[in-house]
């Protein structure tokens, strides 16, 4: 059973950080491209940032680059996002993706596994 499990989210003021955790299981990891992706409420889901496992090869939306990080740590099976000078506008449900046939990184219709979500909350 495939399982993607969110964890890190939680309450911070502005200009705080947060890093997210996507713990993989159940599926061979390293055939795997990861996205990170969120929603806030009343709007799209929105791509931040992916990952190709097997070469560590990474995107980001020109929206979080330089203050959001993704990275991986295969002896983990886990897939990181570093959340730095968070801004009110950030506050969402996070979620972690996974697809083994991920063509663009922010389709969101592309990827095969879904995590449930983490909640953060940025107050100014």
């Known amino acids: 059973q495939v399982q993607l499990a969110e964890s890190g989210g939680g309450s911070v003021q502005a200009g705080g950080s947060l890093r997210l955790s996507c713990a993989v299981s159940g599926v061979p990891y390293r055939d795997l491209l990861i996205g990170w992706f969120r929603q806030a409420p009343g709007k799209e889901r929105e791509g931040l940032a992916s990952i190709y496992i097997a070469d560590g090869l990474t995107d980001h939306a020109d929206s979080v680059k330089g203050r959001f990080g993704i990275s991986q740590n295969n002896a983990k099976n886990t897939v990181y996002l570093q959340m730095n000078d968070l801004k009110p506008d950030d506050s969402a449900m996070y979620y972690c993706?996974?697809?083994?046939?991920?063509?663009?990184?922010?389709?969101?219709?592309?990827?095969?596994?879904w995590g449930q979500g983490t909640q953060v909350t940025v107050s100014s």
């Open positions: 993706a996974a697809g083994r046939y991920v063509a663009i990184w922010y389709h969101q219709n592309e990827y095969d596994y």
